[in-house]
DNA sequence: TCTGGGGTCCTAGGACCC
DNA sequence: TCTGGGGTCCTAGGACCC
């Protein structure tokens, strides 16, 4: 904990909704549900308008549907979003060399690295100045920006900020503004942590006080413990981290239907590996270990991992242990989630040759012909399209060969809806080809 | 029609080494 | 002539965060 109210945290307000409404005017104001449509989808990010029924993040799509029926049903354009965050970050980057990206939309910033410390005033001066640019700039979004002595309170701040607010905890007065808050508002402290606590009477950080180490300790563990016990007392002296290394990679998929044919799932622990390699390439890394992760029908998981003695960032590798991991498992019950990860990550490659005596060199198989998680069409609600005669607009919904396509840009009013035959020729996929991020980047 | 995907960190037990 | 002790690495599972 500082003597200053030196970070800063900044959270953009439902940020991939936002970012929805921006670009299509005819949902401003209205009920906006971004994430996955199919079966076992969950809600990423809902509008503040969806949040009034009861709809919020990580909960299953179809609980969403029942509650806010009438919203906005969109998967979401990541690309869009890494746009309009990378510009944030850089209005960030413009207050100070150490930023600590959190997530797209959720940042630190330590503003003792500036000059001599700010002030209360000038600080939310500064917050001020700051949301306006992040208005100005992302064409309207909104975020809320929170000052304290510490990551931790910083943090706090801005959730009391939210939406669309500042909060300043000024030094001295942290330990009365957490006191009546949740326990559960503590990063940390999750479902199983909270119903631990409850059972020793805790509900809210000021009962958290009153529990001593030894307590916390023998409860939550040792490093849990002591952690919990000091950020209770607002005792926080983490740095704001500029650079993070990246410890592993992965990538899974839900199936639509639980999968039980172990040759399919082979074919997709082969193409996750591609996947993986992919971005480990990408980071000019190797990898020294590769987990293999199942979740069966009942929701349990498992996984199964093996370390080389050198690390790879060969295909090959990666796959051929991956099938082998998921062979050990029995997979006759139906598997609802299959992943592939590295971890162990290092620099150099220290790749002994005996390693592996790759299997029948077998073919190769394109990344097309290998099985994909498929949701409904190939025309996501949300996405961007480009008709030939129409111009931009975005998928309103699609199906029994037909695509339905809204017209409007965030610089037009709500526009006009058409439908299409799904192999329309003056339809396509993706933002208005000539002019990628045109209106995000005026210079 | 319950429960995504990509991460980080912690714990605990066993193997192994000195 | 029953079985110390510390350290490190690996595996597996779980909690948590956005």
């Given at each position: 904990?500082?003597?200053?109210?030196?970070?800063?945290?900044?959270?953009?307000?439902?940020?991939?909704?936002?970012?929805?409404?921006?670009?299509?005017?005819?949902l401003r104001g209205k009920p906006v549900?971004?994430?996955?449509?199919?079966?076992?989808?969950?809600?990423?990010?809902?509008?503040?308008?969806?949040?009034?029924?009861?709809?919020?993040?990580?909960?299953?799509?179809?609980?969403?549907?029942?509650?806010?029926?009438?919203?906005?049903?969109?998967?979401?354009?990541?690309?869009?979003?890494?746009?309009?965050?990378?510009?944030?970050?850089?209005?960030?980057?413009?207050?100070?060399?150490?930023?600590?990206?959190?997530?797209?939309?959720?940042?630190?910033?330590?503003?003792?690295?500036?000059?001599?410390?700010?002030?209360?005033?000038?600080?939310?001066?500064?917050?001020?100045?700051?949301?306006?640019?992040?208005?100005?700039?992302?064409?309207?979004?909104?975020?809320?920006?929170?000052?304290?002595?510490?990551?931790?309170?910083?943090?706090?701040?801005?959730?009391?900020?939210?939406?669309?607010?500042?909060?300043?905890?000024?030094?001295?007065?942290?330990?009365?503004?957490?006191?009546?808050?949740?326990?559960?508002?503590?990063?940390?402290?999750?479902?199983?942590?909270?119903?631990?606590?409850?059972?020793?009477?805790?509900?809210?950080?000021?009962?958290?006080?009153?529990?001593?180490?030894?307590?916390?300790?023998?409860?939550?563990?040792?490093?849990?413990?002591?952690?919990?016990?000091?950020?209770?007392?607002?005792?926080?002296?983490?740095?704001?981290?500029?650079?993070?290394?990246?410890?592993?990679?992965?990538?899974?998929?839900?199936?639509?239907?639980?999968?039980?044919?172990?040759?399919?799932?082979?074919?997709?622990?082969?193409?996750?590996?591609?996947?993986?390699?992919?971005?480990?390439?990408?980071?000019?890394?190797?990898?020294?270990?590769?987990?293999?992760?199942?979740?069966?029908?009942?929701?349990?998981?498992?996984?199964?991992?093996?370390?080389?003695?050198?690390?790879?960032?060969?295909?090959?590798?990666?796959?051929?242990?991956?099938k082998e991991l998921l062979d050990g498992?029995?997979?006759?019950?139906?598997?609802?989630?299959?992943?592939?990860?590295?971890?162990?990550?290092?620099?150099?490659?220290?790749?002994?040759?005996?390693?592996?005596?790759?299997?029948?060199?077998?073919?190769?198989?394109?990344?097309?012909?290998?099985?994909?998680?498929?949701?409904?069409?190939?025309?996501?609600?949300?996405?961007?399209?480009?008709?030939?005669?129409?111009?931009?607009?975005?998928?309103?919904?699609?199906?029994?060969?037909?695509?339905?396509?809204?017209?409007?840009?965030?610089?037009?009013?709500?526009?006009?809806?058409?439908?299409?035959?799904?192999?329309?020729?003056?339809?396509?996929?993706?933002?208005?080809?000539?002019?990628?991020?045109?209106?995000?980047?005026?210079?």
């Amino acid at each position: 904990m500082r003597a200053t109210a030196s970070v800063l945290h900044l959270d953009l307000d439902a940020f991939f909704a936002a970012v929805e409404q921006r670009d299509k005017p005819s949902l401003r104001g209205k009920p906006v549900i971004v994430g996955g449509l199919g079966l076992r989808g969950v809600v990423s990010t809902a509008s503040y308008e969806a949040r009034t029924f009861g709809v919020g993040s990580a909960m299953a799509m179809s609980e969403a549907r029942r509650r806010c029926p009438h919203a906005a049903f969109l998967s979401g354009r990541f690309d869009a979003y890494r746009a309009t965050s990378a510009i944030v970050m850089r209005l960030l980057g413009e207050l100070s060399p150490l930023v600590e990206p959190l997530s797209l939309d959720e940042a630190f910033v330590d503003l003792a690295a500036v000059e001599r410390p700010l002030d209360g005033p000038a600080l939310l001066e500064l917050a001020a100045e700051l949301r306006a640019q992040v208005t100005q700039e992302t064409g309207g979004l909104t975020a809320s920006v929170g000052l304290g002595s510490s990551k931790f309170i910083a943090k706090v701040a801005s959730e009391l900020a939210k939406p669309n607010g500042i909060r300043l905890v000024s030094p001295g007065t942290e330990i009365e503004t957490i006191a009546a808050l949740p326990a559960r508002a503590i990063p940390g402290v999750g479902p199983a942590t909270m119903e631990r606590l409850s059972r020793l009477g805790v509900v809210t950080v000021a009962d958290l006080q009153q529990l001593s180490e030894a307590e916390l300790v023998r409860e939550l563990g040792k490093s849990s413990g002591e952690h919990l016990f000091r950020l209770a007392r607002a005792d926080d002296d983490r740095p704001v981290e500029p650079e993070r290394e990246t410890k592993s990679i992965s990538v899974e998929d839900t199936f639509e239907h639980d999968i039980a044919d172990s040759a399919v799932l082979a074919g997709i622990a082969e193409r996750q590996a591609g996947q993986v390699v992919r971005r480990l390439v990408k980071a000019e890394l190797f990898a020294r270990t590769v987990t293999v992760k199942v979740r069966w029908p009942d929701f349990s998981s498992v996984s199964r991992s093996r370390t080389l003695n050198g690390a790879t960032d060969r295909v090959e590798v990666v796959a051929q242990i991956a099938k082998e991991l998921l062979d050990g498992l029995e997979v006759s019950q139906g598997v609802r989630l299959l992943g592939v990860g590295v971890s162990g990550l290092v620099q150099v490659a220290q790749e002994p040759l005996f390693e592996l005596e790759v299997a029948q060199p077998g073919r190769v198989l394109e990344e097309t012909e290998l099985p994909r998680p498929r949701h409904g069409s190939g025309w996501p609600a949300g996405a961007d399209v480009f008709h030939a005669e129409f111009g931009p607009g975005w998928v309103w919904g699609s199906g029994l060969g037909r695509v339905t396509v809204r017209f409007e840009t965030a610089d037009t009013g709500p526009g006009p809806v058409r439908t299409f035959a799904v192999d329309d020729p003056n339809l396509a996929a993706g933002p208005r080809p000539d002019a990628a991020g045109a209106e995000l980047n005026p210079e």
